[in-house]
C-alpha cells in the first residue's frame, strides 16, 4: 500500500545545534521527494526536494539525502534557528505523471530550544 | 502577495448545513488540489484538477463537490456536514501535473461542525 512514516513525532534540539529528521517510504517506485515545512496556522511550505535520480541536493542550510536501498529520506538543517520550529513533513509522488498524487508522511514536530 | 489564498480561514456551522470553500492562485499554475488534514495533523489528498478537468478523486463522499471556474480558482463545496467533517481544509496548486514540480499550498480553512 502506500505510506511514508516518519520515524519520531517529536524531536528537540538545541538553538544552534544540527537536526536531522528522517522518513521512511514504501513505493520503490517513487521517483520525487519533497520536505514541507507547516508553522501553526499555516500550510505547507516548500523546503526543498530530490528526484530519485539523485542522493543528496543541497539548499540553503537544508540538505536532503535519498537511500532508495533502503527506501530512505531525511532532512538535515543546519545550524538550526527558532524559526525552525515546526511541523515537518515528506511526501512522494506516486502513481503515473497525470494521476500521480502527493502522499504524506505522518509529520515530525521540531522544537527549538533557546 | 499572496500566491494561493482560500477563504474563509474559520468556518463554523451546524451539522446539516451546506457550505463552500474558495480557492485562487495567482501562479499560473496548471493544477490545482484540496487536502484535508485531521487533528492529527495527517494530511490526505481529495480531488486535484488540470486545467479544468477533474484528475484526481480520491475515496471521498460525494458530499463533497469541486467545482473549477477556470484554471485558476478551485472551489470545494460541502452538502450536509457532518461532525466527521470537521478539519483543516487546504488547496494546493502545481505547475504541470505536479509529479515533477512542488505543489504550493494556501493558508487553509479551519472548519468546525457543531
Known amino acids: 500500500g502506500e505510506s511514508v512514516g516518519l520515524h519520531l513525532p517529536t524531536l528537540s534540539v538545541q538553538e544552534g545545534d544540527n537536526s536531522i529528521i528522517n522518513c521512511a517510504y514504501s513505493n520503490s517506485a517513487s521517483d520525487y521527494f519533497i520536505w514541507y515545512k507547516q508553522e501553526s496556522g499555516k500550510g505547507p511550505q516548500f523546503i526543498i526536494d530530490i528526484r530519485s535520480n539523485m542522493d543528496k541536493r543541497q539548499g540553503q542550510r537544508v540538505t536532503v539525502l535519498l537511500n532508495k536501498t533502503v527506501k530512505h529520506l531525511s532532512l538535515q538543517i543546519a545550524a538550526t534557528q527558532p524559526g525552525d520550529s515546526a511541523v515537518y513533513f515528506c511526501a512522494e509522488i506516486v502513481g503515473s505523471s497525470n494521476t500521480g498524487k502527493l502522499i504524506f508522511g505522518q509529520g515530525t514536530t521540531l522544537q527549538v530550544k533557546p | 502577495d499572496t500566491a494561493v489564498s482560500q477563504t474563509p480561514k474559520y468556518l463554523v456551522t451546524q451539522m446539516g448545513n451546506d457550505k463552500s470553500i474558495k480557492c485562487e492562485q495567482n501562479l499560473g499554475h496548471d493544477t490545482m488540489y484540496w487536502y484535508k488534514q485531521d487533528s492529527k495533523k495527517f494530511l490526505k489528498i481529495m480531488f486535484s484538477y488540470n486545467n479544468k478537468e477533474l484528475i484526481i478523486n480520491e475515496t471521498v463522499p460525494n458530499r463533497f463537490s469541486p467545482k473549477s471556474p477556470d484554471k485558476a480558482h478551485l472551489n470545494l463545496h460541502i452538502n450536509s456536514l457532518e461532525l466527521g467533517d470537521s478539519a483543516v481544509y487546504f488547496c494546493?496548486?502545481?505547475?504541470?501535473?505536479?509529479?515533477?514540480?512542488?505543489?504550493?499550498f494556501g493558508d487553509g480553512t479551519r472548519l468546525s461542525i457543531l
Open positions: 494546493a496548486s502545481s505547475s504541470g501535473t505536479g509529479t515533477t514540480q512542488p505543489q504550493h
